[in-house]
């Protein structure tokens, strides 16, 4: 039944050790979401695909880089994390619609050690 | 520029006691409003959104939102809440011209107790 998965829900990596996390849906939505949430904060956006189309928020650092092969999966990739970078990190999707909701997968929570 | 501001980051509450989590908004186009819950290490889930017409809105769980243009409000009440009402509850805003971005408040972690 789950629509939007996360794996791992867990990731622990070490300073510096590229990491990616993957995100895959069954809603077959056109768009998806990367999200960064930090303790006792709103999610901040970092970037999203709408299709194959990719839109980068401007204040992502350059250590985030994302791919999306085809319409079902999307991975974040952190290529070098710091400590700063220990957060949840939330995939979501959504049609092209605006009035549409954003449907959210349960998050990887990542440390960095 | 859009904003959404949650006035309050704390509500504690006896179970079975009203609630009213406040939402305000500010933005030059329309904008949809939605509110969403999230449940400790669980992603965000959708409880009610306002896209257009009555201003009351009724959502899951017994929770109900008012949008107020006049006053760019879109607070969240329940009149009883329960134990597992407790969680961290998001206002949101997206723009009505259309563009994908969700702006998000900064959370009211509501805590209720028995």
């Known amino acids: 039944d789950a629509m939007v998965i996360q794996n791992p829900r867990y990731q622990v990596t070490q300073f510096g050790k590229p990491v990616t996390l993957s995100c895959s849906q069954t809603?077959?939505?056109?768009?998806m979401y990367w999200y960064q949430q930090k303790s006792s904060q709103a999610p901040k956006l970092l970037f999203h695909?709408?299709?194959?189309?990719?839109?980068n928020e401007a204040d992502t650092p350059d250590n985030f880089q994302s791919r999306r092969p085809n319409t079902s999966f999307c991975f974040l990739d952190i290529r070098s994390p710091g400590l700063g970078d220990a957060a949840m990190y939330l995939c979501?999707?959504?049609?092209?619609?605006?009035?549409?909701?954003?449907?959210f997968g349960p998050g990887t929570r990542l440390t960095v050690l | 520029a859009q904003s959404v501001t949650q006035l309050d980051s704390q509500v504690p509450v006896f179970e079975e006691a009203p609630v009213e989590l406040r939402c305000n908004y500010s933005s030059s186009v329309s904008v949809y409003l939605f509110w969403y819950v999230q449940y400790p290490n669980q992603g965000l889930q959708l409880l009610l959104k306002y896209l257009s017409g009555s201003t009351l809105v009724k959502g899951i769980n017994g929770f109900e939102a008012e949008f107020n243009k006049s006053q760019t409000s879109f607070h969240l009440r329940k009149p009883s809440v329960h134990i597992s009402d407790t969680a961290e509850y998001f206002c949101a805003v997206t723009l009505n011209t259309g563009g994908f971005k969700t702006i998000f408040g900064a959370g009211t972690r509501l805590f209720v107790k028995a």
């Open positions: 695909y709408y299709d194959k189309d990719f839109n």
């Open positions: 809603l077959n939505h056109n768009v």
């Open positions: 979501a999707t959504r049609t092209g619609r605006e009035t549409d909701t954003q449907y």
